[in-house]
């Protein structure tokens, strides 16, 4: 019987049309890494006293890691000190003299050689006392070479020793890991890789992040490739906030190739199917009218299309799954 003129047309909510540069992609399996990994080492050798280091903690870059025995150092920190404090009282001591005996020099009450004698003992206490803080100094420096610090921010992933053990100067201590960027290491076939550039934007998304993609950067095409498969090594990084990505999580990087071409754009939702075709409804006259589209693919949410339309027609987006040709169209506000 048709519509009734008093029937309420349903309102469709619409997009545009765009024509837009758009670039083929690429979706590729890698895997998560740390951007930073350190193997912590003693600058000496020594039996280990203190290591408050635990697997799986958090350790900020300058904090205490691990502590050597330094007994024998101070004690000769402590015989150091007192003696440079003896040399000071001393040093004191010869510098009341020496003021004493210039007054007694100017007056010519005092034999010259005997000033002689009382400025070299001056002079020679004073590089004594530099002689004492430089020696000082160097055991101190011994003392903390003692301790190994965290050269990095980071997770320890392994410890390596255990208190009262012996490490041997260069010895590995823990594994530091920094998780505050990652890098996603995928292999590129060859014929994608020459259309990669270096800080170009990617896509990342980890598996066991369902649902939610990372913003990353292309840092570097490697140029030695594997000539069994022939593949590149790229690598891309990441921001981790709340360095939940771990190393050795497996990651997709969807790729936009060098080279676009313009097309047409549509929403994604706007493509229905019809039977072995594909077809957008677009509002002509206020009414509801099919086009044929051909999908050449999908960017970002936009489905890139070939058929009957141009830029700023109006296609439907929601609700057109329910839409015959030719009914009542009102453009939802």
């Given at each position: 019987e048709g519509n009734k003129p008093d029937q309420p047309i349903t309102p469709f909510k619409v997009a545009d049309v765009e024509k837009k540069m758009v670039f083929e992609q690429v979706s590729l399996?890698?895997?998560a890494e740390a951007v930073a990994e350190s193997i912590v080492a003693s600058e000496v050798s020594g039996i280990v006293e203190y290591f408050p280091a635990k697997e799986g903690e958090f350790m900020k870059?300058?904090?205490?890691?691990?502590?050597?025995?330094?007994?024998?150092?101070?004690?000769?920190?402590?015989?150091?000190?007192?003696?440079?404090?003896?040399?000071?009282?001393?040093?004191?001591?010869?510098?009341?003299e020496l003021g004493r005996f210039t007054k007694l020099k100017e007056t010519n009450s005092i034999a010259s050689n005997?000033?002689?004698?009382?400025?070299?003992?001056?002079?020679?206490?004073?590089?004594?006392?530099k002689q004492s803080e430089a020696d000082i100094e160097r055991l101190l420096y011994e003392q903390k070479r003692k301790q190994v610090f965290a050269p990095?921010?980071?997770?320890?992933?392994?410890?390596h020793i255990e208190i009262g053990e012996?490490?041997?100067?260069g010895g590995p201590?823990?594994?530091?890991?920094?998780?505050?960027?990652?890098?996603?290491?995928?292999?590129?076939?060859?014929?994608?890789?020459?259309?990669?550039?270096?800080?170009?934007?990617?896509?990342?998304?980890?598996?066991?992040?369902?649902?939610?993609?990372?913003?990353?950067?292309?840092?570097?095409v490697l140029p030695r490739?594997?000539?069994?498969?022939?593949?590149?090594?790229?690598?891309?990084?990441?921001?981790?906030?709340?360095?939940?990505?771990?190393s050795g999580m497996e990651a997709a990087a969807l790729f936009s190739l060098d080279g676009g071409k313009n097309a047409l754009l549509v929403q994604k939702d706007a493509v229905v199917p019809a039977g072995d075709n594909k077809i957008v409804f677009t509002i002509r006259d206020g009414k509801a009218l099919p086009v044929m589209v051909k999908v050449l693919g999908y960017y970002d949410g936009n489905a890139a299309v070939e058929g009957e339309l141009k830029p700023?027609?109006?296609?439907?987006?929601?609700?057109?799954?329910?839409?015959?040709?030719?009914?009542p169209v009102m453009v939802a506000e």
């Open positions: 399996i890698g895997t870059k300058g904090q205490l890691i691990a502590k050597l025995s330094s007994e024998e150092t101070d004690l000769r920190i402590k015989g150091a000190a007192a003696q440079r404090e003896k040399i000071k009282v001393s040093l004191l001591y010869a510098e009341k005997k000033y002689d004698e009382i400025l070299h003992n001056y002079n020679a206490l004073t590089q004594e006392l990095i921010s980071g997770f320890v992933a392994k410890e012996w490490v041997n100067a201590v823990v594994t530091l890991v920094d998780l505050s960027r990652i890098k996603i290491n995928v292999d590129v076939p060859e014929r994608y890789a020459v259309l990669l550039l270096s800080n170009s934007d990617v896509k990342v998304s980890i598996k066991s992040f369902p649902g939610k993609q990372f913003a990353g950067k292309i840092h570097a490739g594997d000539t069994g498969s022939r593949t590149y090594p790229v690598r891309i990084f990441i921001p981790n906030p709340g360095m939940k990505i771990k700023g027609d109006k296609v439907v987006i929601r609700g057109n799954e329910r839409l015959r040709p030719g009914q």
